[in-house]
């Protein structure tokens, strides 16, 4: 679906589904350089059990236009003026658009940051917070840097070999057909020049992760992360583990790009997540 | 960070889509010679049915073998997906079935392998969609050839069998200056010898039962998509940024972005049509696609070495490779394709059509079939044969005369083959002299 903010497009991703008011909305973020479509098959499953999928392209991705928000704060107000404006739980412009503890929200990468942003910011809002592919301080080397700033083809390639594990390279997906390393080649491609290198720098210079952590407190979270994750180092995982006091699951053969590489054991892993909010 | 690398043509060639099974644990790609697949549960099965999961239905649609060979044939072109066929044609069909319906246009090459053009000519128009046929050696005649119905433009990267050399970046941008994509068949060329999706066209598609299987023991097909067109921005082609109430409401590019033609394709093109290939075919394929590049560089071996013998020999008027310096593509085949300009190619010999005639039931080696890119060396009479249903102004169109012979150059070795047509020729010059 389209909306507006600020008179500019914003393209979001609903599974497909129609919105009802008496559902929880589960909120997923995409990573820097990407779009909507690296969550299709969880939209489409989440929206077909329950959830009201909200599945945005941040500004200036896929099928949003406007500037690109140089960094994470300014990411989690635009999600939550996003959500405010699409009134995913209904409302009349007087009463609370979201009851308390209807979202959650999930993020892969920059999206899981950009996630743990709005999740400090309006704590009693989201009942649970999904990052994928997270870590803190999420440092990103200067050669991928420098290549993004130039729009170099070597940022594309270092994401995507370095983000993939060694079996996602050689390949072997479940949706027949579609390689998932081109499919992200494809996507980071497509991305307006300038958009990844302000989303990378957006990453390495975040701060507000002890901020956000602080305010959201312990036992609402989970993180989901590929054993052979070379872009979110393991102990930059484990920074936001125990303060999150959260639940961790690590992938097999699996690197970054956790959504496409192991799409089953990722839904697995977030319907037990989402299994643990319903048990309150 | 040093300098990252992706896995290498040859190491795709025979790893990519496949992991060893991880029930059996056995390093080939198995047979999977089942038509369904069983449902774990009935959640499962809504999740297939809503594509929310990954994972196989029913053979028609996908299969576990036939996905690895279109997942290596993805990598091996550099696409974002692929989706195989029965055979060639299916995949020429299926490739334009998917964005083209009725009242549709098509801008195409005129040097085309003879079902294909008997596909655009005669059997398309009964279903709405015409086509333009344009030189293939002139770009701005694929501009001017364009309508506000053209919906793709298409060509063979390497034509059969007087070896034009389409020049892709130029179609491509005239393609892209259209907002019209860029459908080619390199079947002649394979992945070994150039990449058309890296030189800007939109879609490959390849007559797997040619080099790519080499064998000469299985048809199929493949359509490749290279994922970088922007479907949505053309404004040409509801099918895939629209709703389609054929398939959920589905909007492909919105769901799935880059991928969206090769889903359509396999959602619509392979249910619906259902020129699927089969798992037994798909497993033969792959044998040959794990020895591809080193097949390549023996034909284009072979090829170069039997070239310079024609070039040399009495009674051959004249040789339509792109090697030779006279070929009209000469400098273009150095610059697109140069590792080869393929092992397919026509010449003509200088006392016509008894003289082809003679030469071909004097061969010994080669054999006298309607294929090319097999393991052994083959030769046909196009006019008799795989343009036959072409009338002499299409034939020449074509750039197919009556005495013309076409060699597709095997793997034996490289002085049998010499000697085989050293005597043939011999044979056929003292026939024309008769």
Redesign the interface.
Known sequence: MITEIDGHVVFV?T??VDWREDQPTLLLLHGAGM?R?VW??LA??FA?HGYNVVAPDFPAH??SDGEVLGDIDSQADWVWRLIDTLRVGGGDGETPVLPEGALIAAGHSMGALAALAMAGQRTAQVARLVLLGVGYPMGV?Q??LDAALANER?AV??I???GHAH?S???????????V???AA??L??AAPGVLHADLAACNAWQGGEQAVASFGQGRTSIIVGQEDRMTPRRATMNLLEPLGARLDVLDDCGHMVMSEQ??TV?QAMKRAFREVSAG | ?S?????GFD??AL?????PDPTTGARAVPIYQSTSFVFEDSDRA??LF???????VYSR???PT??VL???M??LE???????TASGMAAIHVGIATICGAGGHIVASRSLYGGTHNLLSYTLPRFGITTTFVDPRDPDAFARAITPATRLLFAETLSNPRGEVLDVPRVAAVAHAAGLPLLVDATLTTPVLQKPLALGADIVMHSLTKFIGGHGIAVGGVLID???FDW?ASGRFPELSEPYEGF????FV??????AY??RA?KEGLRDFGATLSPGNAFHLLQGVETLALRMARHVSNTERVVDFLAAADGVSAIHHPRMATHPDHDLASELLPEGAGAVFAFELAGGRSAGNAFIEALELFSHLANVGDAKSLVIHPASTTHSRMDDAALLEAGVSPGLVRLSIGLENPDDLVADLAQALKRATRKARS
């Open positions: 991703g599974g497909h779009d479509t299709v098959l489409r499953y077909r896929g099928g080397g050669a991928l070597a390639d270092m995507t070999i370095f079996a390279r050689l390949g072997r997906n479940t949706v027949a057909g579609i390689s390393v081109n499919n494809a996507l491609e497509q799409p089953e839904l | 960070m300098a990252p690398n992706h896995p190491t795709l790893h990519a889509g496949q992991q809504a999740s809503d594509v929310a999961r990954g994972g196989h649609i996908s299969n036939v996905a279109e997942e290596r993805a990598a550099g696409g974002v997906g692929a989706v195989c290279g994922g970088r949505e959920h409401g589905m909007d919105e769901e799935f972005g880059p991928a090769a889903m396999r």
